[in-house]
């Protein structure tokens, strides 16, 4: 898989639990423009241990797995140190106390998007590692919305697509 050298837009998906939310994002993540993706920890991959695609995957990205270049790393907080080495700026895509309006946010390219986990979100030791957590507001009963259309929101309005 190429390297993020050159990219300027990035995704980095922890622990995502779904193949679909995965396959939904990098269809998404197409759509907007993003450059590479980072599958961090428990999150599925497009292919196997045994380089065989992943279907789940395959039937909700349509395709997109297949040009969008992506890498799989363990520890989320080693991979943000190392980015942000680099000068990429990282956003959170969370609720916190301490998030901002992602209306307001304001990009600084290079940029990568962090979304969380489907049920815990990310970690606080993570979002103290980011330069900026940003937070969909929610009108109804629910709390949050699913991540990958939570990605689709966010991506699509930060961008400007």
Do not use: H
């Amino acid at each position: 898989m190429k390297s993020t050298a050159f990219a300027t837009k990035i995704l980095i998906l922890p622990d995502i639990r779904s193949a679909q939310n995965v396959g939904s994002l990098f269809r998404t993540a197409d759509a907007c423009g993003i450059e590479f993706i980072y599958l961090v920890g428990i999150s599925p991959t497009p292919l196997d241990q045994f380089n065989r695609s992943n279907p789940a995957i395959a039937k909700t990205a349509l395709g997109a797995e297949l040009t969008i270049p992506w890498k799989k790393v363990s520890n989320l907080s080693t991979l943000l140190t190392s980015l942000k080495k680099q000068g990429i700026q990282t956003i959170a895509i969370e609720q916190s106390a301490t998030a901002i309006d992602y209306k307001k946010v304001k990009l600084n390219y290079p940029v990568a998007f962090i979304m969380g986990n489907e049920v815990d979100g990310l970690p606080e030791k993570i979002l103290e590692k980011v330069d900026i957590v940003a937070e969909i507001p929610i009108s109804g009963m629910k709390e949050s919305l699913n991540v990958s259309v939570a990605g689709g929101v966010a991506l699509f309005r930060m961008l400007g697509i």
